[in-house]
């Protein structure tokens, strides 16, 4: 059977990582860069870590999207994940200057993609997103309650950004 899967955003990368590529896979994208509205290419607003898909990865730049109005702009990520198998490790840090602000590690298992594996995961947590939007504005709330300094916005450029 041959697989066809349109865009290399976030979901599209997923879904190529799942299914077994000895099936002919084919990734079809219209941009010059992988990771859809994440933008990881080497544009302005991402981040490129290349070869994502086949191999460890060990890369370190510095932040370029303001997400969270708690960090500021002049940090730096250093990125490390094993290779891609039966289990997947994506581990981030967060520098400011030397000093390491965060230090995370998220550990997968893979599983198939099918329909029974789909329907059971929106059976176990039917809610996600809104668990997840509202932990978000929970911690917020505490970070804001502890008095933690806000990072304003940065300007805008004024030069339109591609999509």
Same mark, same amino acid.
Request: hydrophobic content about 40%; cysteine-free.
């Given at each position: 059977?041959?697989?066809?899967?349109? +865009?290399?955003?976030?979901?599209?990368?997923?879904?190529?990582?799942? /299914?077994?590529?000895?099936?002919?896979?084919?990734?079809?994208?219209?941009?010059?860069?992988?990771? +859809?509205?994440?933008?990881? +290419?080497s +544009?302005?607003?991402?981040?490129?870590?290349?070869?994502?898909?086949?191999?460890?990865?060990?890369?370190?730049?510095?932040?370029?999207?303001?997400?969270?109005?708690?960090?500021?702009m002049?940090?730096?990520?250093?990125?490390h994940?094993?290779p891609?198998?039966?289990?997947?490790?994506?581990? *981030?840090?967060?520098?400011?200057?030397? =000093?390491?602000?965060?230090?995370?590690?998220? =550990?997968?298992?893979r599983?198939?993609?099918?329909?029974?594996?789909? =329907? =059971?995961?929106? *059976?176990?947590f039917?809610?996600?997103?809104?668990?997840v939007?509202?932990?978000?504005?929970?911690?917020?709330?505490?970070?804001? /309650?502890?008095?933690?300094?806000?990072?304003?916005?940065?300007p805008?450029?004024?030069?339109?950004?591609?999509?």
């Amino acid at each position: 059977m041959k697989i066809v899967i349109i +865009g290399a955003g976030i979901s599209g990368l997923t879904a190529a990582r799942q /299914l077994d590529q000895e099936r002919g896979l084919t990734i079809f994208e219209a941009n010059d860069y992988l990771g +859809g509205h994440t933008r990881s +290419g080497s +544009g302005r607003t991402g981040y490129g870590v290349p070869g994502l898909l086949a191999m460890a990865q060990r890369a370190e730049f510095p932040k370029a999207m303001h997400v969270s109005p708690f960090m500021p702009m002049d940090l730096r990520y250093g990125w490390h994940s094993t290779p891609p198998g039966l289990h997947l490790a994506v581990h *981030l840090d967060v520098f400011k200057g030397p =000093s390491r602000l965060l230090d995370t590690t998220l =550990s997968l298992r893979r599983q198939p993609l099918d329909a029974r594996s789909m =329907s =059971s995961v929106l *059976l176990r947590f039917p809610l996600m997103t809104l668990k997840v939007i509202a932990a978000i504005h929970w911690e917020a709330l505490r970070l804001l /309650l502890k008095r933690i300094p806000l990072s304003p916005h940065p300007p805008n450029s004024g030069k339109p950004t591609e999509n």
